[in-house]
């Protein structure tokens, strides 16, 4: 059975730094695209960075050059390392597998970790 | 790059029918047959119910239908229930090589 469970979400002044975990089971990451996508409260979703199984990597505007996304195979495990951060990354984060290959949808999806960027 | 445009809200009775629209461009809903909706529960993850524009994934109601015409994409529910009360979203893939959202429509069943 696949799933995706998020860690490390909590409260964190502006200006931190913040790292999310995502450990999966049931498929290796390796082998995997893979996404997060944050929710901010009451509001809808946006993606905030993918890596691809080849090793690519995409962040929108509101995040490149202060979030980052990488992938520990021995672990299993998809991270999203977050700096800089601002008020308005406060969001509920979501990690989620991504199928791709003629095709492009999200199969699968964590429960989320709440970020709270606040002073 | 801008969300893709849903309506805010649509609304509808148990039985009936109901359509959610999402509008994009020629670099995304309009290129590609790799449209998806996705519907949220409150406090829960979204869920896929259609992909590739019209495709089901196993376990989801055929009441769930979805196509597509130049850069608008269509969610379809019919025989509406109140279970399919929720957030809806569209997804594309685009030329950029990455998804966008759309800002998501808030379903009522009356």
């Known amino acids: 059975e696949v799933q995706l469970v998020e860690s490390g979400g909590g409260l964190i002044q502006p200006g931190g730094s913040l790292r999310l975990s995502c450990a999966a089971s049931g498929f290796t990451v390796s082998g995997k695209d893979l996404s997060w996508v944050r929710q901010a409260p009451g509001k809808g979703l946006e993606w905030v960075s993918i890596i691809y199984s080849g090793g690519d990597t995409f962040f929108p505007d509101s995040v490149k050059g202060r979030f980052s996304i990488s992938r520990d195979n021995s672990k299993n495990t998809l991270y999203l390392q977050m700096n800089s951060l601002r008020a308005e990354d406060t969001a509920v984060y979501y990690c989620a597998r991504v199928v791709t290959g003629l095709t492009y949808y999200f199969d699968y999806w964590g429960q989320g970790t709440l970020v709270t960027v606040s002073s | 790059q801008s969300a893709l445009t849903q309506p805010a809200s649509v609304s509808g009775s148990p039985g009936q029918s109901i359509t959610i629209s999402c509008t994009g461009t020629n670099s995304d809903v309009g290129g590609y047959n790799y449209v998806s909706w996705y519907q949220q529960h409150p406090g829960k993850a979204p869920k896929v119910m259609i992909y590739?524009?019209?495709k089901r994934p196993s376990g989801v109601s055929n009441r769930f239908s979805g196509s597509k015409s130049g850069n608008t994409a269509s969610l379809t529910i019919s025989g509406l229930q109140a279970e399919d009360e929720g957030d809806y979203y569209c997804?594309?893939?685009?030329?950029?090589?990455?998804?966008?959202f759309g800002g998501g429509t808030k379903l009522t069943v009356l």
């Open positions: 590739d524009v019209s």
């Open positions: 997804t594309s893939y685009t030329s950029t090589n990455t998804p966008l």
